[in-house]
Structures are given as structure tokens and as C-alpha cells.
């Protein structure tokens, strides 16, 4: 009898937790992010949201400093609130914050673009037509976003709407998130379009002065913007996030373009990976990582275990700042609703142990583990190439670090995306008091392995220009 009674308290227990782990906070209320882009705020109502996102930066960033100077900074910002005009449009106040936050110098600190966007979009507000890279220091035509409204790709854009390429270049830096000027000039050129409307209030017409390749002589058109769905931008297309195939004499390419998804999922899709190079006795792995965008860099660990020569780490160490606000959003993304009342279960959370106990707003330092490769007659044995680019974001540029410092193989491609070491895990939303416009913060300062600290991207061992196919590249150069 006391078995059956043991047997069903032990059964009550687990569909109890069962059902406190189904348990989840009620979703956000994003309709108070909703804006207006014509409505107007008066400048009192745009001083005290520059307050607010300044001083939210103050208290959740750990080093809103670390590239600018903090005096200079705050007499910027001054400058900036004792200008402000009576009113100015929600939509150029965006776009007055956005260039505040750009001076943060931080990659994963921005502001929300998304929904300004819609309303823009909503009323069928246009966009330039064209799309355009820059190419040392000249606006050149790529493509165009229209087919009826072209001009032939390699014309070079010398005024739009009456600024000069120089003026326009600088004024689009303004915008841009990346951390160096070499890789905002890369972002810009990947959406010229998308950074014209960030930057500057221009709808309708576009006058366009221009030269040709065939012609010395300038040029000048106007041309009519397009709606946001008649727009086409490759590189903003969506893949899936893991791909692996063999190529001929049984090259094996992997193609990874985010850390995200079920961790489970993708430690089987690894094993079976490197299961099936094993049964083709392939010699050569190609990681293709072009526009990984990040997500969970643990997924890179699990990676790395198949063909590191090592014991490696995804990154030194990291200095987390535990304020009450990142606390909550990573409870809302991390742990279940029902079971926060069981305190231990933060100790088995990967990065909730790091702050369980932590003070409020301290500044956790965490030292990384070091992980274990594979045994070498389990692990990959073959040579392994690395592409990456200037897409190459947050926890995929921390792959490339670890791969490159570890001697796992040869990086092909273009610098990273991101800083060696830089700021990112920013959980929490903000939304300003009275524009309404939401902002992410950066949480977490990663150290790189190789210490670098500098305004510097993780370059490849072969650099190789953006025209070259990479895949080919490394087939034609090191494995034929």
C-alpha cells in the first residue's frame, strides 16, 4: 500500500511540473510600439525620451564608453536637445535617435526600425529605385530595383535631390550599425535603398546627376520612387538555417547561416553530418558562414568538437551586467513562467548560473570553460575551410574567432561582421515614453580568445575579393 501511494504522489509530482512548465507569461502587448509617422512631438516630449534612452544605456549597457568619450558624448547629446525644433514628425525623430544610438558605437544596440517601417509602407510611402555600392568613396549603380527606370549598372551617382555622393556617404554612415567605417560602407552597399530612407526625407521623385561608363560627361535624370514590394534586395533573402551536401570527389560543404532552432536538432544534424563525411572518406569540409546572422554561440562549441585538435573555448571570458530588466526579459525567453519559484533551476540554465545571486546592476565577470574535441579516432580528421564575410554576425563571428585561434583550419572570405570582441545579448526592450519608439541594449561584453579589444574584425587567413565564388576559390586553390 505505501508503494502505491509513494508510486502516485511521485506521478502527481511530475504532472504538476509537467503543467507548471507549460505555463508561459502573457505575450507582450506590442500595440503600444505601434506609431504614426506623421504625428508630431513637441520638443519637451523629445528631450525627455532622449532622457530616457540615454540614461537606460547608463544603467543596462556594460561599457556605453568604450569608444567614445563620455563628456563629449553628453555635450553632443545637449547640443543636439537645445536644437530641436518646437515639433518635429515621429518619423525624423527616428531618425534624430537612430544617429544617437549609432554613436554608442555598438553593433547589437539599436534602435527598432520595424515599425516605423510599416506605417511608412502602410501609407504607401515610396523608396529610391535604385541600388547602388560604394566603391572607393563613389556611389555606383549595381542593379535597379525597377526595370522600367534604369540606368545601366557601373553609372556612377554623382548628386541625388541636390547632395553630392561625398555628403551622402558621410550622412548614410550616420545610420549604419557596424562598428568600423569599412564594414558600414559594406552594410550601406548591401540596401543603398534602405539606408537613403533611414537617412533622408525624400519620397516621390529622386533627380539623379550621373555619369556614365561610355561618357566623360555628366548627366541627369529624375526618376520615381518605388513601394517597398516592388523592391528587391538578395541579401536579404531568408535560408534555411543548416544545410549540408556533397560536392564532386566528395568535398563536403556546410552551409550555416544562424545559430538558432532546437539545440537537440541541430547536435543530430552535426553528428550525422560528419557520420556520412566519415562514410565517403571525404578530406575536405568547406563551412560556408556568409551571412550568419548569430543566435546561441554554445551551437559553435558543438561544431567545433568534430574537428578541433584542442581543448577550445568560444571566448575567453565576459562581463555581464545583471540589472532587474535583463533579469526579467531573460526569464520571459528562458524560463518557464511556472517553475521561477524553483530557484535551483537557474544553476542548470547555461547562462543563468552566471548571474543567480548576482547584486543588482553588478557586473559579473565569467570565465569560460575550456571544451573537449572529439577523440582523434572519432573526430574529423580532413581539412577544413571557413568562409566568411562582412554578414558574419555576433555568435558566427565568435565561431571565426575560435576557429582562427585554434588553428581548426583556413578562414577564406572577407573580415566579420562583428568586432573580435564586442557587446551583445541585448534581451530586453525598451519603449520611449512618448514617441513610443522601441530600443534594444546590449547586456554582455565578450573578450575574444586572441584578447584583441581594438576596432578590429576577425580577418581570414585569405582574403578574397567580394566578386570571387568563395566555394571555387578554395576547390581551385587548395584542394585540386
Given amino acids: 500500500m505505501k508503494k502505491k501511494i509513494i508510486w502516485l504522489f511521485i506521478l502527481a509530482f511530475i504532472v504538476v511540473i509537467g503543467y507548471l512548465v507549460t505555463l508561459s507569461d502573457p505575450p507582450i502587448d506590442e500595440s503600444i510600439k505601434f506609431v504614426d509617422i506623421n504625428s508630431y512631438l513637441t520638443k519637451k516630449e523629445m528631450t525627455n525620451d532622449i532622457d530616457s534612452l540615454t540614461k537606460t544605456f547608463e544603467i543596462i549597457h556594460p561599457n556605453p564608453y568604450r569608444f567614445i568619450n563620455k563628456a563629449g558624448f553628453t555635450s553632443k547629446v545637449k547640443s543636439i536637445k537645445v536644437q530641436l525644433p518646437d515639433s518635429l514628425k515621429v518619423l525624423n525623430f527616428w531618425r534624430l535617435l537612430d544617429q544617437i544610438i549609432i554613436n554608442y558605437n555598438d553593433a547589437h544596440s539599436n534602435l527598432d526600425d520595424s515599425y516605423v517601417l510599416t506605417d511608412y509602407v502602410k501609407k504607401e510611402r515610396l523608396f529610391f529605385p535604385l541600388s547602388a555600392k560604394i566603391q572607393n568613396e563613389k556611389l555606383i549603380v549595381s542593379k535597379s530595383e525597377n526595370i522600367e527606370q534604369i540606368l545601366p549598372e557601373g553609372t556612377e551617382i554623382l548628386k541625388i535631390n541636390g547632395k553630392t555622393n561625398k555628403e551622402i556617404i558621410e550622412s548614410l554612415l550616420k545610420h549604419a550599425t557596424k562598428e568600423t567605417r569599412f564594414l558600414k560602407l559594406l552594410e550601406i552597399s548591401d540596401d543603398f535603398g534602405f539606408y537613403l530612407w533611414k537617412t533622408y526625407d525624400w519620397d516621390s521623385e529622386y533627380k539623379i546627376h550621373y555619369r556614365s561608363n561610355e561618357s566623360a560627361q555628366s548627366d541627369s535624370i ?38 538558432n532552432g532546437d539545440e537537440g536538432e541541430i547536435k543530430n544534424f552535426y553528428e550525422k553530418t560528419f557520420e556520412t563525411l566519415a562514410e565517403k572518406n571525404s578530406s575536405h569540409l568547406i563551412l560556408d558562414f556568409r551571412g550568419h546572422s548569430g543566435g546561441a554561440d554554445s551551437y559553435g562549441e558543438h561544431l567545433a568538437k568534430y574537428f578541433a585538435k584542442e581543448p577550445y573555448r568560444k571566448l575567453s571570458r565576459a562581463y555581464w551586467k545583471i540589472t532587474p530588466d535583463f533579469k526579467q526579459a531573460f526569464d520571459r525567453r528562458f524560463i518557464p513562467k511556472g517553475i521561477r519559484w524553483f530557484k535551483p533551476i537557474y544553476l542548470v540554465n547555461e547562462y543563468s548560473s552566471i548571474f543567480y545571486g548576482a547584486e543588482q546592476n553588478e557586473l559579473v565577470t565569467v570565465n569560460y570553460e575550456m571544451k573537449r574535441p572529439l577523440s582523434e579516432e572519432d573526430r574529423y580528421l580532413g581539412n577544413v575551410y571557413l568562409i566568411t564575410d562582412h554578414n558574419t554576425f555576433s555568435a558566427g563571428s565568435i565561431f ?3 576557429f582562427k585561434f585554434y588553428n581548426m583550419g583556413k578562414i577564406v572570405g572577407q573580415p566579420t561582421g562583428n568586432l573580435y570582441s564586442f557587446n551583445g545579448f541585448a534581451l530586453a526592450n525598451f519603449t520611449l515614453p512618448n514617441s513610443k519608439l522601441s530600443f534594444q541594449v546590449s547586456s554582455v561584453y565578450n573578450i575574444a580568445n586572441n584578447e584583441e579589444e581594438g576596432i578590429k574584425s576577425v580577418q581570414p587567413d585569405d582574403i578574397i575579393d ?15
Fill in 222 to 259: 529624375i526618376i520615381n520612387g518605388v513601394k517597398w514590394g516592388n523592391r528587391q534586395n538578395p541579401s536579404k533573402i531568408k535560408t534555411e538555417s543548416y544545410n549540408f551536401t556533397l560536392l564532386k570527389n566528395n568535398v563536403g560543404l556546410l552551409k550555416i547561416t544562424d545559430f
Fill in 466 to 480: 567580394l566578386k570571387k565564388d568563395p566555394v571555387d576559390y578554395i576547390i581551385e586553390t587548395y584542394i585540386q
Fill in 400 to 402: 571565426a574567432e575560435m
